[in-house]
């Protein structure tokens, strides 16, 4: 059995971009608990055992090479105030000083990709939603607050205005998500 089927790696690799460091780990010491008691209940022969010790061995050293690799990166991106130049400077200075492999940069353009498209299903959503509160029939006591009457019956009110907020929110995460470099 291998150590890639013990441990359900789509779950532990599912982690959203937002979330944080403390989460991800509770998440890998369940696992890794759980790998515990598969191999306390199984019996393993020596040589097998000694293989999969070096698998899991050679995982964490991969995770924390990848995590050192992309480090000085993520920080020349941080910095806003850097000129064109400096920024070239830099990212040819990181290069020369690191090596980057076509894995490691796989795995930071699906992240991209995964964190865009969940940008852009919400946008979508608060778009669709601002229009459907301004179209579906509220009830009165929603509507109770009129801002500006068109005529005696009808006027633009207070959820209105809400709506039109939740619309600019969508159209505001639907633009930014696309401007990003």
Same mark, same amino acid.
């Given at each position: 059995? =291998?150590i890639?089927r013990?441990?359900?790696?789509? =779950?532990? +690799? $599912?982690?959203?971009? *937002?979330?944080?460091?403390?989460? &991800?780990? #509770?998440?890998l010491? &369940? =696992?890794?608990?759980?790998?515990?008691?598969?191999?306390g209940?199984?019996?393993?022969?020596?040589e097998? +055992?000694?293989?999969? $010790?070096?698998?899991?061995?050679?995982a964490?050293?991969? %995770?924390?090479?990848?995590?050192?690799? #992309?480090?000085?990166f993520?920080? @020349?991106?941080?910095?806003?105030?850097?000129?064109? &130049? $400096?920024?070239?400077? *830099?990212? $040819?200075k990181?290069l020369? &000083?690191?090596?980057?492999d %076509?894995?490691?940069? +796989? %795995?930071?353009?699906?992240?991209?990709?995964?964190?865009?498209?969940v940008?852009?299903?919400?946008a979508i @959503?608060?778009?669709?939603?601002?229009?459907?509160?301004?179209?579906?029939?509220?009830?009165? %006591?929603?509507?109770?607050?009129? #801002?500006?009457?068109?005529?005696?019956?009808?006027?633009?009110?207070i959820?209105? @205005?809400?709506s039109?907020?939740?619309?600019?929110? *969508?159209v505001? @995460?639907?633009?930014?998500?696309?401007?990003?470099?």
């Amino acid at each position: 059995m =291998k150590i890639s089927r013990l441990l359900d790696t789509k =779950k532990i +690799s $599912e982690t959203p971009p *937002g979330q944080n460091a403390a989460q &991800e780990n #509770v998440r890998l010491d &369940e =696992k890794i608990q759980e790998l515990i008691e598969v191999i306390g209940q199984s019996a393993i022969a020596p040589e097998h +055992s000694a293989a999969y $010790e070096a698998q899991i061995a050679e995982a964490f050293k991969e %995770s924390a090479f990848r995590a050192k690799q #992309v480090a000085p990166f993520q920080a @020349l991106d941080r910095e806003n105030n850097l000129s064109r &130049e $400096e920024l070239l400077e *830099g990212l $040819e200075k990181l290069l020369a &000083e690191n090596q980057i492999d %076509s894995r490691n940069s +796989s %795995s930071h353009v699906v992240k991209n990709t995964f964190q865009k498209a969940v940008n852009f299903i919400i946008a979508i @959503l608060l778009i669709v939603f601002g229009f459907a509160m301004i179209i579906m029939p509220a009830p009165p %006591s929603f509507e109770m607050f009129t #801002v500006f009457y068109f005529n005696p019956n009808d006027g633009v009110t207070i959820m209105d @205005l809400v709506s039109l907020l939740i619309i600019f929110g *969508g159209v505001l @995460l639907f633009v930014l998500n696309f401007n990003k470099k």
